[in-house]
């Protein structure tokens, strides 16, 4: 779905330790570039989920979590739309729909 880079760190700051997540990523075909509105949000609720569950282990429960977003480039890439073959979301669904022949061709 997305190519990129995540980077965890920590530093020791106001009497503590706070870790942060920095990721910059790019959807890797059309159709994910469509549906990037709502799959950001999901991004954002598991990576905000990461970092309270790296608290909680750590001791520190219902620890604050702050986000921010930056668009760092708004131009779409629809020179990749030929990736659209390899789109897992897709081949899932083929998968899916050609179940019954695939098992009537096993016996």
């Known amino acids: 779905m997305f190519a990129g880079w995540i980077t965890?760190?920590?530093v020791e700051a106001d009497g503590g330790t706070r870790a942060s997540i920095q990721i910059l990523i790019r959807t890797n075909d059309p159709l994910y570039?469509?549906?990037?509105?709502v799959l950001?949000?999901?991004?954002?609720?598991?990576?905000?989920?990461?970092?309270?569950?790296?608290?909680?282990?750590?001791?520190?429960?219902?620890?604050?979590?702050?986000?921010t977003t930056t668009c760092v480039?708004?131009?779409?890439?629809?020179?990749?739309?030929?990736?659209v073959r390899h789109n897992a979301g897709i081949r899932s669904f083929l998968h899916l729909l050609t179940t019954p022949f695939r098992a009537l061709r096993h016996r």
């Open 33 to 37: 570039e469509l549906g990037w509105p």
């Open 73 to 83: 480039d708004r131009r779409r890439l629809w020179h990749n739309w030929r990736n």
């Open 40 to 67: 950001r949000k999901g991004e954002d609720v598991f990576w905000a989920a990461t970092l309270r569950n790296l608290a909680a282990h750590h001791g520190v429960h219902d620890a604050p979590v702050e986000s």
């Open 8 to 10: 965890f760190s920590g």
